[in-house]
């Protein structure tokens, strides 16, 4: 009788996860979709101050070098897509952390935000037994927003430009059935 529930049992697992990676896939088109290179313009420079900087974390500026690097020592995609997710989260953080409600950047970075809480629900069983020990030595310095790290300025739509470079790079399951848009770079 147990033989006849495993492929039962196996179908429901399967429709599971299938379920699972198209909400991932929708919150990554959706974040492709809030990422364009004119919507970074528009909100992150051109509604900000002549060179205005936001002090984040060294580690918080995460660039395709940094991934690479990452790739080249055999870090898995999920430690690198929950890195991504976990830097990304604080650096919009910070960035909405500057702005008042009524800056027309707020709503963006709002919509930006939940996205990015939305993915960390996909992402909540990811624990240090499933994420690589560099990974998550950063993500957990970058969590605590730890006082002895070394601090640099860096403009927000350079923080926003790294955050989908790296997206990109990232194997995420939907870009199976649509190629990612590739941004001009700037």
């Known amino acids: 009788m147990q033989r006849g529930y495993a492929p039962f049992l196996y179908f429901v697992a399967v429709l599971g996860l299938e379920a699972a990676m198209q909400k991932e896939c929708r919150i990554i088109e959706a974040l492709q ?3 364009t290179y004119q919507q970074r313009l ?7 101050p002549i060179n205005y900087t936001v002090n984040v974390q060294f580690e918080e500026v995460l660039r ?10 055999n870090v898995g995609e999920l430690s690198l ?3 991504w997710l976990s830097v990304n989260s604080q650096v919009l953080l910070k960035i909405r952390a500057v ?15 939940l996205l990015f809480d939305q993915l960390a629900e996909e992402y909540e069983n990811c624990n240090q037994g499933n994420v690589d020990t560099n990974v998550w ?4 310095q970058v969590l605590s927003g730890d006082a002895g790290s070394s601090r640099k300025a860096v403009r927000p739509k350079a923080l926003l430009d790294n955050c989908a470079k790296v997206m990109w790079m990232l194997p995420f399951a939907c ?9 001009p770079v700037p």
């Open 33 to 35: 979709n809030k990422l």
């Open 42 to 48: 528009q909100y992150m420079k051109h509604y900000f």
């Open 64 to 73: 395709v070098a940094n991934i690479t690097r990452l790739r080249d020592r």
């Open 81 to 83: 897509r929950f890195l």
């Open 99 to 113: 702005l008042l409600e009524k800056h027309p950047a707020w709503e963006y970075t709002r919509d930006l935000c």
């Open 137 to 140: 030595d950063v993500v957990e």
């Open 175 to 183: 870009w199976d059935s649509c190629p990612p848009l590739m941004f």
